[in-house]
């Protein structure tokens, strides 16, 4: 099915970027309680026959990070974050640039290395709120930590 035929049957479509990055830090507030603040990435080429177009998208956003502290060096959490994601295209040298609503329901598992080093695994659903349709988009990170 083609993406325009499935616009026209489903209007809360899901997007896939294959590649990215993010940086996010975050601060307990206690020890099952946290803030986390995240900036993300990704981009992506369509392959249409033609000028293909190039998608971007950056969100910004911020929530509570629940966590379960484990003295065995593997910590799971849960977070959801709220914020805006900013989408642009361009298309035969026309730009367009649009910033909707985001919200993005998560967890993972943070891994203790050594010292202030780990390493964390984390599974999100970013939905995109824009004219009254959602764009779906699950994440599947693998990051370097850094303890503070």
């Known amino acids: 099915m083609r993406d325009q035929d499935m ?6 479509l899901s997007a896939n970027f294959p590649a990215g990055w993010m940086a996010s830090g975050g601060a307990h507030l206690w020890s099952w309680l946290g803030a986390v603040g995240e900036v993300s990435g990704s981009a992506k080429t369509l392959s249409i026959p033609g000028d293909k177009p190039k ?55 943070d891994l203790s290395v050594a010292g202030r080093l780990g390493v964390r695994f984390e599974g999100d659903y970013r939905i995109v709120r824009a004219a009254g349709h959602n764009s779906k988009e699950p994440r599947v990170v693998a990051a370097a930590l850094i303890g503070f």
């Open 7 to 12: 616009a026209k049957h489903d209007p809360d």
């Open 55 to 109: 998608l971007r998208v950056y969100t910004f956003m911020a929530g509570p990070r629940f966590t379960r502290s484990a003295h065995s060096g593997i910590n799971p959490f849960a977070q959801v974050l709220f914020g805006s994601a900013r989408a642009s295209s361009s298309v035969l040298g026309v730009r367009q640039t649009v910033t909707d609503f985001s919200y993005q329901p998560g967890g993972g598992i």
